[in-house]
């Protein structure tokens, strides 16, 4: 598509400076509009080495008060980025509701240069591409504003740019080799940028090319972009977007009120049993360090369940500079202020360790549902993006485990009256647990909806039975080694 | 002090799984105070290499929720660290308000490992002395408790764990090629650590040593230690402490009220001085970028005395890629739950890069002293807790610069009612302007001392003269210039 792209006309100098100067004032008025209505908006400006991005970003962001945005430069991904999943660099940088993020190179360079130097194969390259489209309708989807835009200058053009910056002391550090063979692989450099360009040009996130030629112009393309696809997001905010059909394969199931929870465990089988899998799970816990493979184990479940102590049961077992345990509460006001998975991919962690979470991202189709603290179309298109985050993880290499920890009403009530009537235990229970009880019908609901709808083949849900706690335990025990070992012999 | 320690009796294996029981339970007891009372606990855990500080953590957090503690295993500085100042690493990972933190392995083995190793020199090993004691006495003075463990075992039970965990395909991976470095020089290294010990063992962070030569016995060692430490800092909290007396080299500044304001500069002289300063800093931001100097500029002023103005005409002349501005706001509750400049040593720049803070660390001896959101002992204590902070900066290598934006009362007063008058300015003038208007004279007996107490000879104040805005520019631009010129000359 970059192929056939027809060059705008440049404008009169006349024209420019007038035009400039208009909508360089119409992008500093919406600042506060964005502010107000709380629009997240991503800017990401790729293109040819020395088209100009550098500096055009320089200028459009003069017109903006440093309140209101970031600029985000991918260098280099760093150690602990390449010891996450593939998005995670990005995911990590998405700006905040009210905020501009201008990103420097993005997603697009990483990928299409791993792609040209042959360190990625096409199955890979494909599966990237898959990724960013959902990535970016997600974002999109979650009320970001996406502008793509992509710098577009001739080959002549940018050997005449890399031969000035090269012979200046202070500017020849910019040129990098990677700039030298995209010039001398022109050709080769277009025809992969218009295969991505093509491939990731998605209705919620389209590509815009700018006219690299002067830097006066290329802002002028850049503002004036920006100003009226601002202008749309404004109108457009808490809109509802279609809900898309589940591509990943399911399993099946079964509902909670089919799941038995009579089953009892003496206090010595228990703890025989107990020692043995402890015994098992640390020696995986050295294996997959060693084999860098990362375990993320999820746990939900009805208030007093036992989440707690089940954790307790795995972690005992762990090396304590492998693990970490993220307890998962209300959002911070900078988390709310971003994509409500934001908190999740940034606690991921390592290949190589464990990242215990008690609560998760289901909090969405959860407490988010049923409290009201996002729309029916938030929660409605949450499973499919929860999916799709699972989907990122497993691809990744993740082992991952999500628990269910299930007991019946008459169990609830008797641990909050214990925790009630034990002075040690009284944290444990506020007046929102005994509101929550009162939901239990709509909770119960509301659980199988989300296990029927994200029991992928990838990453199912299990079910502890958990009105013997010392049963759900062993559970999850097994169930955790029994991942971690098919995983390993996969 | 190491050499001289008489290792307790080791008590009876009855006594001891008494004892254990106790402590444990005593920990454990302990969670719901320090979450109460807000204590932040930090424990580190050095020692010799497989004197078992890992698995006694391991056992210890066994009594915790993992609600309440995090670990913290301090491999490697990554990239991000190594290009931030030497305590960066550590500052960015204490506790929050009400939550234990556990390192294993700290800053001591940071540093002694490379002092033994030859990378850092005599010089420097003191001066990183110097700074860790700075560092761990404002953690204490700002209500962290801080416990300090060293596991000590016998050279010879060292070689016999090295050899036993060599030998097992699981655990060979643990066994660093330092720890048999270690072993082998055990006495150059004892040496060196005795030396550590007895230099850091403050009266605020005292030094405990742990017999290593069992896990039961050391995690009762240990228990019975945090138990113990934390009863009593449960009944010291918001306690005062001494200020000390300033140690830094002043330099005289003038007080508010004798800085002239009647400077003028017309749109002419104006102009071209900004362009030319401009291209001056333009090519000064390519040198540090090369060079690897990190930049810091801090502003402070009056309310509409023209900072975000004077701040875009620094960042215009700036490549984007190569710096960020960061707006100080009220913290947010995890930034309020940590030591007040934790904010900050978060956003350090990298170096070569520029960070340029629109209000500063400075607000702890401004609003929150005259607000009263901190205790008189806590903003009295943070002057000298800010010299040692930009202490570290200089000594880093940063450039750093302060400026107050100072403008008369009659022309806030002008500019408040122009902002009230203008539409697209009302959102810069709210009603907490003018409540801090009425606090005039207060504030400005505040900013005097501010900055006669932190005029360091490394870190002066520069006062801008922003009756005139335009001036106020230049001057700022000046100064900048002025203060890279200098830390490239040197």
């Not at 040819?48 to 008060?65: T, Y």
């Not at 030298?180 to 090319?209: G, I, M, S």
């Not at 077992?317 to 988390?335: K, Q």
Request: proline residues 4%; positive net charge.
């Amino acid at each position: 598509m970059l192929k056939e792209w027809v060059k705008p006309q440049k404008p009169s100098n006349e024209e420019l400076t007038e035009r400039l100067q208009a909508a360089r004032a119409a992008l500093s008025a919406q600042q506060m509009a964005i502010k107000e209505k709380q629009l997240p908006v991503l800017v990401i400006m790729d293109g040819w080495g020395a088209a100009g991005k550098g500096s055009v970003l320089g200028r459009v962001i003069r017109s903006l008060d440093p309140r209101f945005f970031k600029t985000e430069t991918l260098g280099k991904p760093t150690e602990d980025e390449v010891r996450r999943p593939f998005l995670y660099r990005y995911f990590r940088r998405i700006p905040e509701a009210g905020k501009y993020s201008f990103f420097d190179g993005s997603w697009m360079d990483d990928v299409t240069r791993l792609y040209l130097a042959g360190k990625i194969k096409e199955s890979e390259f494909k599966r990237q591409l898959t990724s960013i489209k959902r990535f970016e309708r997600q974002l999109s989807d979650n009320g970001y504003l996406v502008v793509k835009l992509f710098f577009h200058i001739s080959q002549n053009e940018q050997r005449k740019r890399l031969m000035t910056l090269s012979e200046e002391k202070n500017t020849s550090w910019r040129v990098e080799k990677w700039d030298l063979w995209q010039n001398k692989h022109y050709e080769e450099c277009l025809n992969v940028y218009d295969r991505y360009l093509d491939e990731t040009n998605q209705f919620v996130a389209p590509w815009y090319f700018i006219d690299g030629k002067s830097k006066k112009w290329a802002e002028l393309q850049v503002t004036e972009l920006l100003v009226k696809n601002i202008d749309i997001a404004l109108k457009n905010t808490a809109h509802s977007v279609p809900l898309l059909q589940n591509t990943f394969p399911l399993k099946s199931v079964p509902k909670l009120s089919e799941v038995p929870l009579d089953q009892m465990l003496d206090e010595e089988t228990y703890d025989k049993k107990l020692h043995k899998l402890q015994d098992r799970l640390a020696a995986l816990h050295n294996e997959i360090y060693r084999k860098k493979v990362p375990v993320i184990v999820g746990y939900e479940g009805w208030d007093a369940a036992g989440k707690g102590g089940n954790i307790k049961r795995l972690t005992a077992a762990l090396d304590p500079r492998g693990f970490e345990v993220h307890p998962i509460a209300s959002p911070e006001p900078h988390e709310k202020a971003r994509h409500y998975l934001w908190r999740f991919w940034t606690r991921l962690p390592k290949d190589g360790h464990i990242a215990i979470f008690d609560r998760t991202w289901y909090g969405r189709v959860m407490v988010e549902r049923l409290e009201g603290f996002c729309s029916e179309n938030d929660w409605q298109r949450a499973y499919h993006e929860i999916n799709e985050f699972e989907k990122e993880l497993y691809d990744w290499g993740a082992v991952l485990v999500k628990f269910w920890v299930q007991i019946d009403k008459e169990t609830q009530l008797a641990r909050f009256t214990d925790r009630q009537n034990t002075p040690e235990k009284q944290w444990k229970i506020t007046d929102e647990d005994w509101r929550n009880r009162e939901k239990w019908d709509l909770y119960e609901n509301a659980v199988d909806e989300m296990i029927a709808k994200t029991s992928t083949e990838f990453a199912p849900w299990q079910i502890l039975s958990s009105n013997e706690k010392k049963f759900a335990r062993v559970q999850a025990l097994e169930a955790v080694i029994r991942a971690i070992e098919k995983r390993l012999d996969s």
